[in-house]
C-alpha cells in the first residue's frame, strides 16, 4: 500500500500537481533557491558561504573549455548569471538539465543548465493563451459571416 502511494504521489509531483510534504504530511518551507535546488538530482551544491552569495553549483563537472562549473540559470526563458533574487513561494517548476538537450544553448549551457519557471510567467502565458483563443475565436465568427452575407447577395 505505501509502494502505490509513492508512485502516485511521486507521479503527480512530476506533474507539479502537489507541493512537497514532508513525512508527516506538513508542506515544507524553503528559506531560499538554494535550498529549493538541493533536492534536485543530478545537482551538486558545495556548502553556501552566507550572505546572499551564489554557493558553487555542479551538474556535469568542470568545463572543458573555460574551467567553469557554474550552470547556465535561465529564469522564464532569460539567461542570468544570479538566481539569489528569486523566492521559493514564486517558483512554477524547476528542470536540471544535465545531458545533450542542453545543446540548445550553446556552449553557455556545457555544464549544464537550469530552467526555472516563476509563478507569474506562467500566469502571463495562459493569459495570453485565453487572449490569443478570443482572437481566433472571433476571426472565424467574422469570416463565417463573411461568407453567409457574401451567399444571401448573390
Same mark, same amino acid.
Given at each position: 500500500?505505501?509502494?502505490? @502511494?509513492?508512485?502516485? #504521489?511521486? #507521479?503527480? #509531483?512530476?506533474?507539479?500537481?502537489?507541493?512537497?510534504?514532508? !513525512?508527516?504530511?506538513?508542506?515544507?518551507? %524553503?528559506?531560499?533557491?538554494? =535550498?529549493?535546488? @538541493?533536492?534536485?538530482?543530478?545537482?551538486? *551544491?558545495?556548502?553556501?558561504?552566507?550572505?546572499?552569495?551564489?554557493?558553487?553549483?555542479?551538474?556535469?563537472? *568542470?568545463?572543458?573549455?573555460?574551467? +567553469?562549473? !557554474?550552470?547556465?540559470?535561465?529564469? =522564464?526563458?532569460? +539567461?542570468? =548569471? &544570479?538566481?539569489? %533574487?528569486? +523566492?521559493?513561494? =514564486?517558483?512554477?517548476?524547476? &528542470?536540471? *538539465?544535465?545531458?545533450?538537450?542542453?545543446?540548445? %544553448?550553446?556552449? !553557455?549551457?556545457?555544464?549544464?543548465?537550469?530552467?526555472?519557471?516563476? @509563478?507569474?510567467?506562467?500566469?502571463?502565458?495562459?493569459?495570453?493563451?485565453?487572449?490569443?483563443?478570443?482572437?481566433?475565436?472571433?476571426? @472565424?465568427?467574422?469570416?463565417?459571416?463573411?461568407?453567409?452575407?457574401?451567399? &444571401?447577395?448573390?
Amino acid at each position: 500500500m505505501n509502494r502505490v @502511494r509513492f508512485t502516485v #504521489l511521486s #507521479l503527480l #509531483l512530476m506533474l507539479g500537481y502537489v507541493s512537497c510534504f514532508s !513525512q508527516d504530511n506538513k508542506k515544507i518551507k %524553503y528559506n531560499t533557491i538554494i =535550498d529549493m535546488l @538541493r533536492g534536485e538530482p543530478g545537482l551538486v *551544491i558545495s556548502t553556501d558561504k552566507g550572505g546572499g552569495t551564489m554557493p558553487a553549483m555542479y551538474i556535469r563537472g *568542470i568545463g572543458t573549455n573555460s574551467g +567553469q562549473t !557554474q550552470p547556465l540559470f535561465v529564469v =522564464d526563458g532569460i +539567461q542570468t =548569471d &544570479n538566481i539569489m %533574487y528569486i +523566492q521559493p513561494e =514564486d517558483v512554477y517548476s524547476i &528542470n536540471v *538539465i544535465k545531458d545533450g538537450t542542453s545543446a540548445i %544553448y550553446g556552449m !553557455q549551457g556545457a555544464n549544464g543548465v537550469i530552467e526555472i519557471t516563476t @509563478r507569474s510567467h506562467m500566469e502571463a502565458e495562459k493569459r495570453a493563451a485565453a487572449e490569443n483563443k478570443t482572437i481566433r475565436k472571433t476571426a @472565424r465568427k467574422s469570416k463565417k459571416e463573411a461568407r453567409k452575407s457574401k451567399k &444571401n447577395s448573390n
